[in-house]
Nanobody, 121 residues
Framework: QVQLVESGGDLVQPGGSLRLSCAAS????????MGWYRQTPGKQRELIAL???????NYLDSVKGRFTISRDNAKNSVYLQMNSLSPEDTAVYYC???????????????WGQGTQVTVSS
């Protein structure tokens, strides 16, 4: 069974930094895209950063220049370095990956359980 486990969410002051981590585990054959979404109460989950198997990246405009996504394929992991955080970044952050299970026939979407990031003084 494949699962994603996130860590790194915390309370941070405006202007501060956080690094989120997410590791995929289980019977994995291959991982394609990996990314991070976030969600606030009453709003839809939004994609904020994506990194492909070939390391191309894509960012939500509001986080460009502040957030950096990276991945370590040897560890089946994806990271999100968040700098210059503002209260508007407060949300639950979800890890996402498109994974081909070792016993599967097609790539499937997997989600982490979410980690809370709160930016407040």
């Amino acid at each position: 069974q494949v699962q994603l486990v996130e860590s790194g969410g915390d309370l941070v002051q405006p202007g501060g930094s956080l690094r989120l981590s997410c590791a995929a585990s289980g019977n994995i054959f291959s991982i394609n895209d990996m990314g991070w979404y976030r969600q606030t109460p009453g709003k839809q989950r939004e994609l904020i950063a994506l990194i492909g198997a070939g390391y191309y990246t894509n960012y939500l405009d509001s986080v460009k220049g502040r957030f950096t996504i990276s991945r370590d394929n040897a560890k089946n992991s994806v990271y999100l370095q968040m700098n210059s955080l503002s209260p508007e970044d407060t949300a639950v952050y979800y890890c996402y990956a498109v994974i081909l299970p070792a016993d599967g026939r097609r790539y499937m979407d997997y989600w982490g359980q979410g980690t809370q990031v709160t930016v407040s003084s």
